[in-house]
């Protein structure tokens, strides 16, 4: 008999989320157990998830010279009935009276406690609702609840806003900065964005001073007033959105990525003179194009894919095609409309309760978004005259070779789905997706 905990961490100060795995050819385990102080409490054998470790069966058969090749891995999140602030052990009970003491001194950090927790999520063959809605969601949930409210830390202002705007832009950054001036130079072409409040939040306070410099040079060369907002710590994409709706004043809002660029100057008039024509709109994006001018996003919708569970995930319209595709060039209300370039009245947005904060790492947010516009009545609409280059992915580090990064994807699209499948399921009765040869799987920000 061999056992391991791999990670151990406290979502908050009454649960534990474990992680690690049994060799037990002979079937000797009896029972496990939490010990807090004084306080013990059983760990239901229904309660652990189990899936298969390659690598711990192909250790197990090189130490023990054992071809059993079994559910290795157990992973477990549970209400703990003391406080696992100090620690603690899980024994072990063996059926021959055997006892094994493996301590255990979590972690309350919020951050490493959500990696740990992310990087645990099985790989897709050994994936489940079941691990999902009973072990890692509430784990993330309990995890989030506790973070410290994000906000600005500093606020700086530079040039004259307009007093009364019609339209706050809010752009987050993170990551490459340096994007900030590719777009200020064209902003600096377009009288509009002038008359409107801009508003960049700077989501990486280790950054803060340099970038600070940067936007001063910046200010001075394009002279294109805009506020800069310091996150008082990395808060996540969403965070930093709502914390710049938060510190902006114009009636409408319209969000948008760093890398996202306009093709020529009045795009955002335009917009707003759409908006304006209808009441009960609530998130109106725009035609998104390649650097090579192919579409990226000429609206959203939502496709079941192949995986035995049927997660639902974010596409786009026309991914791919030509800017003169014949259907793309249509106005038309969409299921969703990605985050990237999105326009909704303030009062609307604050009506559905803003940006989700408890999506993670920048995916799902605005497909969310759009969906409680649509709970709650309104509808999403594209806009194909409005035209802006889209640098997808540009504006985030890459993903590639970043368990973590990959398992926050696969939760967001759970999350979703968990929330959401029902009404998603209604819209796409009544909106068609595009055709097999032009479907192209695409994250929503």
């Known amino acids: 008999f061999a056992v391991c905990l791999d990670h151990w961490v406290s979502p908050d100060a009454t649960s534990l989320f474990l992680r690690g795995w049994f060799w037990d050819p002979g079937q000797q385990l009896l029972r496990l157990e939490i010990v807090m102080g004084p306080h013990v409490q059983p760990v239901p054998a229904a309660g652990l998830m189990r899936y298969p ?10 130490r023990f010279s054992d071809d ?8 477990t999140f549970l209400s703990t009935e003391a406080p696992t602030t100090g620690g603690g052990f899980l024994r072990v009970v063996l059926k021959d009276g055997q006892i094994v003491e493996l301590p255990i001194s979590p972690s309350t950090d919020p951050f490493l406690s959500q990696h740990h927790i992310l990087e645990s999520i099985p790989s897709e063959p050994f994936f489940n609702s079941a691990l999902m809605a009973n072990h890692i969601g509430p784990a993330i949930s309990r995890v989030r609840s506790g973070l410290p409210s994000a906000r600005a830390g500093r606020t700086l202002s530079f040039g004259s806003s307009p007093s009364k705007p019609e339209l706050s832009i809010i752009v987050p950054l993170y990551g490459r900065v340096e994007l900030m001036e590719h777009q200020l130079a064209q902003f600096a072409n377009d009288p509009a964005i002038s008359t409107s409040e801009l508003i960049y939040v700077l989501d990486d ?22 506020q800069v907002l310091v996150m008082e710590r990395n808060s996540g994409y969403s965070a930093a959105n709502n914390v710049g709706a938060a510190a902006s004043s114009a009636p409408f809002l319209l969000f948008l990525n760093s890398d996202v660029f306009p093709t020529k100057p009045g795009w955002t008039t335009r917009l707003l003179a759409l908006h304006n024509t209808d009441p009960h709109l609530g998130a109106l994006g725009c035609k998104l194009l390649y650097e090579d001018c192919s579409i990226q996003h000429a609206g959203m919708y939502f496709y079941q894919d192949f995986h035995p569970y049927k997660l639902w995930i974010n596409m786009h319209y026309f991914k791919g095609l030509p800017r003169d595709w014949p259907e793309a060039c249509v106005d038309r209300v969409v299921p969703a409309v990605t985050g990237a370039a999105l326009l909704a009245r303030r009062a609307v947005f604050e009506q ?6 408890s999506y993670i790492l920048a995916n799902y947010e605005d497909s969310d978004l759009c969906l409680r516009f649509v709970k709650n009545g309104y509808t999403n609409r594209y806009c194909s005259s409005v035209e802006l280059y889209h640098l997808e992915r540009q504006s985030q580090k890459s993903a590639e070779a970043d368990p973590v990064r990959i398992n926050s994807d696969f939760y967001n699209r759970w999350l979703q789905t968990f929330r959401w499948g029902g009404l998603i399921e209604d819209l796409m009765k009544q909106h068609v997706p595009a055709s097999a040869g032009q479907i192209q799987a695409g994250s929503a920000i």
Request: net charge negative; hydrophobic share 40%.
């Open 53 to 62: 470790r390659k690598d711990v069966a192909a250790h197990c058969q090189k």
């Open 68 to 75: 059993t090749m079994d559910n290795h891995g157990f992973l």
């Open 205 to 226: 306070p280790s950054r803060g001073a340099e970038f600070e410099f940067y936007a001063f040079h910046l200010a001075q060369l394009y002279r294109v007033p805009f």
């Open 352 to 357: 559905v309760g803003g940006w989700d904060e």
